[in-house]
């Protein structure tokens, strides 16, 4: 690698920025993906590759290249410190996804219930504008309090949070709709909110709702969103 593409590389992870490094394997020429210069198959390969996090050779524009996706972790925002999320965050914490709870009563979002993940205490949309939700990042409301779960939504909507999920019945979330719409979202950006959130498993207690909802995220983010 020369240092040109080495520098860029250090660059893009040092920036939390999903790239592939590309290399011709009849020449071993490199090159950092996607790339205005490169091909429409190279460049979509690597996002293939990228939401994928999945390396390996393959053969476009007549040559073989071997693609390395180097992609920070997926995020996963929960808002709200509740009952499910104490059962959400264990089964989520093995896929190697970055956890971070946000709920400002801080008697709720403790250590002793959330241990090694990430806690915010500041308002929800305080929080939201912190972490920047990007296209490898998934957004979670928990609390059923427009409070909090509002401004949240409000947040990820404009942004480019590949999976919005929130709880509730179809009354609770057609009314949480009608605010956000109030607040100048159209159909299309409502649209983009999994509610109620989760898989429909005929799920009751706190961990089946739990997984009810991994699961949704695990298919969106492998088989649907396709995070790049």
Do not use: C
């Not at 999903?18 to 090159?31: E, I, K, Y």
């Not at 949070?161 to 949480?176: D, E, Q, V």
């Amino acid at each position: 690698m020369n240092a040109a593409t080495l520098a860029a590389l250090n660059a893009a992870r040092a920036a939390l920025r999903p790239v592939v490094l590309a290399t011709r394997l009849p020449d071993g020429h490199q090159m950092l993906l996607p790339d205005e210069a490169a091909s429409p198959a190279l460049n979509a390969a690597a996002l293939v590759a990228l939401a994928k996090d999945k390396n390996g050779t393959q053969e476009i524009d007549g040559s073989a290249w071997f693609l390395h996706a180097y992609a920070p972790p997926v995020r996963l925002v929960i808002v709200g410190a509740v009952h499910i999320a104490q059962s959400l965050v264990p089964m989520a914490a093995p896929l190697g996804v970055q956890i971070i709870v946000v709920d400002p009563r801080r008697s709720f979002a403790t250590e002793e219930r959330f241990p090694n993940v990430t806690l915010m205490d500041d308002w929800p949309d305080d929080a939201m504008k912190a972490i920047a939700p990007d296209s490898r990042t998934a957004v979670i409301t928990l609390t059923h309090d427009p409070k909090l779960d509002d401004p949240a939504l409000d947040q990820a909507l404009r942004s480019d949070a590949f999976y919005i999920g929130s709880l509730g019945s179809r009354r609770t979330h057609a009314a949480r709709l009608a605010r956000l719409a109030a607040l100048g979202h159209d159909e299309a950006a409502l649209a983009r909110i999994k509610g109620p959130v989760g898989l429909d498993i005929g799920a009751v207690s706190a961990p089946e709702i739990a997984l009810s909802i991994l699961a949704e995220f695990v298919a969106y983010r492998r088989r649907l969103g396709r995070p790049a």
